[in-house]
Structure formats: structure tokens, C-alpha cells
């Protein structure tokens, strides 16, 4: 069994930055590709970022193009969000998630976290 545990989340001004961080804990034999999604007070959830196996492939939604990057550990079973120029409008839940297996893109995650709230005041 595999555990996802998000952090690095808190209260920022518009304009700053927070490192998000997940640990992947548990049975993590295998490659994997991770995932950041979020989710808004009163909207669905939406896809982030990720990250391949590698690291050589990353993805982004285009409203964090140019000020998120993911980037990942395998050596410590750990996959960061930098979010620089945050802005209210990032305001939500972040979860990490991860699939088993190289495939890229991925279609869908099989574990998930619980959640960090980033809230960024205007």
C-alpha cells in the first residue's frame, strides 16, 4: 500500500511563493508518474501539472504556464511544486496523485493525498 502526503502549503500575499512537497511512502517498488491537481471552494477539480518517471516529461495547465514548475526526487520518493507569481485565483486544495507505470500522458491516477490548502491574499 502506498501513502501520499502533501505539505508546504500555507497563506501567502499575491505576487509570492510557496514549494509544495509530496511524499510518497509505503510499497513504491516501480516507476510511477506523479500529478498535481486542485480543487477551488465550489469548483471541480482541476489538473496541475506533471511528471513523468524520468522528469524528462512535464505538463502544465496553461493558467500556471511560466510560474509553476514540478520537479521530483526519486531517490527520496518525493515530487515538489514550485508556485512562484501566485495569485488569488490559485487559491484551492492541492493533491498530489500517482500512477503506476511509464505511461505518458497518463489517463488517470491511482493513489491519491489528502490535500494542502494554499490560499493567496490579493
Known amino acids: 500500500q502506498v501513502q501520499l502526503v502533501e505539505s508546504g502549503g500555507g497563506l501567502v500575499q499575491a505576487g509570492g511563493s510557496l514549494r509544495l512537497s509530496c511524499a510518497v511512502s509505503g510499497r513504491t517498488f516501480g516507476s510511477y508518474v506523479m500529478g498535481w491537481f486542485r480543487q477551488a471552494p465550489g469548483k471541480e477539480r482541476e489538473f496541475v501539472a506533471a511528471?513523468?518517471?524520468?522528469?524528462?516529461?512535464?505538463d502544465y495547465v496553461d493558467s500556471v504556464k511560466g510560474r509553476f514548475i514540478i520537479s521530483r526526487d526519486n531517490a527520496k520518493n518525493t515530487v515538489y511544486l514550485q508556485m512562484n507569481s501566485l495569485k488569488p485565483e490559485d487559491t484551492a486544495v492541492y493533491y498530489c496523485?500517482?500512477?503506476?507505470?511509464?505511461?505518458?500522458?497518463?489517463?488517470?491516477?491511482?493513489?491519491w493525498g489528502q490535500g494542502t490548502q494554499v490560499t493567496v491574499s490579493s
Open positions: 511528471i513523468s518517471w524520468s522528469g524528462r516529461n512535464t
Open positions: 496523485a500517482l500512477r503506476w507505470g511509464t505511461t505518458w500522458p497518463p489517463l488517470k491516477y491511482d493513489v
